[in-house]
C-alpha cells in the first residue's frame, strides 16, 4: 500500500463486481437507445474506461472538465468549465459519468448547464457518494457506493494531482491533506 494511505476502503474486487452491476444495468435501462457516456475530467477517467466496457447498447463518449478543488480538500462552490463537450447534445440520451459527488454543487452546476441544451434525457452515474456532505439536493440515478465522510483516493481521485493511479479506493491518511 502507497505510505500516505490509511486503509483501502474498496478493493479491486469489489469495485469490478460494481462496476459490471452497473454496466448490466445501464444496458437494460437504455436498451434500444443510444447513449452518450459524458465523463468528468480527470476524477471520473477510470471509472469511464471501465464502466463503458461493460455496457452493451451503442454507447458514444465524450468528456467535460470543470474546475475542483485544486490543492484543497475543501469544496469552494466555484464551478468554472476547462473544457466543454466537442459535440451538441439536442435530442441525445446523455449519462454524466462521476468520480464522487460530495457537496453535489459541481454536479448541480453541470446539470443545469447540460439540460440547457436540450437533450432527450440527462442521467447521473456516479461511483461514489457521499451524501453527509450534500449541500444542494441534486439527484443521482446511478451509484456505486455510498461512503462515510472521509477523503478517498485512487482508482482515478486525487488529492493535489496524486494517486490517480492507485488501482483501489484508499482514506488517505488525514496529516497528508492537514497541514
Ligand atoms: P462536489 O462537492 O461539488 O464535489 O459534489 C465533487 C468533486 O469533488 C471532488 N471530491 C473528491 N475528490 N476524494 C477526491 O479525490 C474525495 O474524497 C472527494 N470528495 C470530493 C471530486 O473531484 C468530485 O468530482
Ligand atoms: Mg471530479
Keep these: 500500500m502507497h505510505p500516505d494511505v490509511e486503509k483501502v476502503l474498496l478493493s479491486t474486487a469489489e469495485l469490478k463486481n460494481k462496476v459490471t452491476e452497473l454496466g ?3 444496458s437494460r435501462d437504455y436498451a434500444g437507445k443510444n447513449l452518450l457516456a459524458v465523463g468528468i475530467l480527470k476524477g471520473a477517467m477510470v471509472f469511464m474506461a471501465d464502466l463503458i466496457r461493460n ?14 478543488y485544486g490543492a484543497s480538500s475543501k469544496s469552494t462552490g466555484v464551478v468554472r468549465i476547462m473544457k466543454d463537450l466537442e459535440q451538441n447534445i439536442e435530442g441525445r440520451h446523455v449519462l454524466i459519468v462521476e468520480d464522487i459527488v460530495d457537496t453535489g454543487l459541481t454536479l448541480n452546476y453541470l446539470l443545469e448547464i447540460l439540460k440547457a441544451r436540450e437533450p ?9 457518494d457521499k451524501p453527509s ?8 440515478n446511478y451509484n456505486g457506493f455510498s461512503i462515510p465522510d472521509e477523503f478517498v483516493v485512487g482508482y482515478g481521485l486525487d488529492y493535489n494531482e496524486k494517486y490517480r493511479n492507485l488501482p483501489e479506493i484508499y482514506v488517505l ?4 491533506y492537514q497541514k
Aim: include cysteine; aromatic fraction near 2%.
Design 173 to 176: 491518511k488525514k496529516e497528508v
Design 120 to 128: 432527450a434525457s440527462v442521467r447521473v452515474c456516479t461511483l461514489l
Design 24 to 26: 448490466q444495468i445501464l
Design 133 to 140: 456532505r450534500r449541500e444542494v439536493d441534486v439527484s443521482v
Design 55 to 68: 455496457i452493451s447498447v451503442d454507447v458514444q463518449i465524450d468528456f467535460m472538465a470543470v474546475s475542483s
